[in-house]
């Protein structure tokens, strides 16, 4: 498909919306929703972006909207149902938009929704998305990668791995989903190579209204985000590239200095 081709009737569209700002949708992205029959959507980044899109043309999109969102430990609509009406509407001859948040095929589901489409015999197509896992922390000003402070990254979704992750402080950690599990993973970090004092932050809501970014270290952070009662969605970040941020002046004197000796010594 090229950039402003139609959708064929009968077909599928894996389009990633990004973290929720319309403006980082793709264009693809856009023409595609505007002329869809069908919109599957997510909760999160999703149903932000058709909000958005509907309020800045004035009116509702013509399609219709199937939410089949997810909240953390609730999922209404099971995935095994998602993939089934992605394939029941297309088989109906519609132009189906299945539209998840950040991108598809990261950490979306997005490949198994391909391969059951694919399985029954539906066209189905991916578009790309902006990952929350890289534009949320530049919201917070920090990138990635930096020259002289970090030459590669991981993203990851749950404590479990990163007891096995290789690397240093120059070795950013990405971790989406993780406010749950926080503590932990902060205590498996911190006694690795990185060690307790690694910078990390925690940005919440990175592109709503309740944006808050939180900067401490490996030993504090969980003390500090259960203070401020941190919820998600929010992606942590571990590792040197955090003190570039702006956020960052002060922050890890301060962490330090209100935080219980316990903490610093799991």
Do not use: W
């Given at each position: ?22 403006g ?29 899109l ?11 909207i199937i ?16 993939n089934?009406?992605l ?92 406010i ?33 970014v ?10 500090q ?42």
């Amino acid at each position: 498909m090229s950039l402003f081709t139609r959708q064929v009737p009968g077909s599928v569209l894996l389009i990633g919306a990004g973290p929720g700002e319309l403006g980082l949708l793709t264009v693809k992205g856009l023409r595609a929703l505007e002329s869809a029959e069908v919109i599957v959507a997510d909760r999160l980044g999703a149903r932000t972006v058709i909000d958005q899109l509907e309020a800045e043309r004035g009116e509702a999109l013509a399609a219709q909207i199937i939410d089949v969102g997810k909240h953390p430990g609730h999922h209404p609509v099971p995935q095994a149902r998602i993939n089934e009406i992605l394939v029941e509407q297309a088989q109906l001859g519609r132009r189906v938009v299945r539209l998840k948040g950040g991108d598809p095929f990261v950490f979306g589901r997005g490949g198994e929704e391909a391969a059951h489409c694919i399985t029954a015999g539906v066209e189905v197509q991916v578009v790309p998305g902006v990952t929350s896992a890289n534009s949320v922390p530049a919201v917070a000003g920090i990138p990635l990668t930096h020259r002289g402070l970090a030459t590669a990254y991981t993203v990851i979704t749950g404590h479990d791995q990163l007891s096995e992750l290789g690397g240093g402080r120059d070795h950013t950690v990405v971790v989406l989903m993780g406010i749950g599990t926080l503590a932990h993973s902060a205590m498996i970090l911190a006694r690795g190579v990185r060690g307790g004092d690694c910078p990390i932050a925690i940005i919440e809501d990175g592109f709503g209204e309740n944006q808050r970014v939180t900067i401490g270290t490996l030993n504090t952070i969980a003390g500090q985000a259960a203070r401020r009662g941190v919820r998600s969605p929010a992606i942590v970040v571990a590792g040197d590239v955090v003190t570039l941020s702006p956020y960052a002046v002060g922050a890890f004197a301060q962490a330090e200095a209100t935080e219980p000796e316990l903490m610093r010594n799991p």
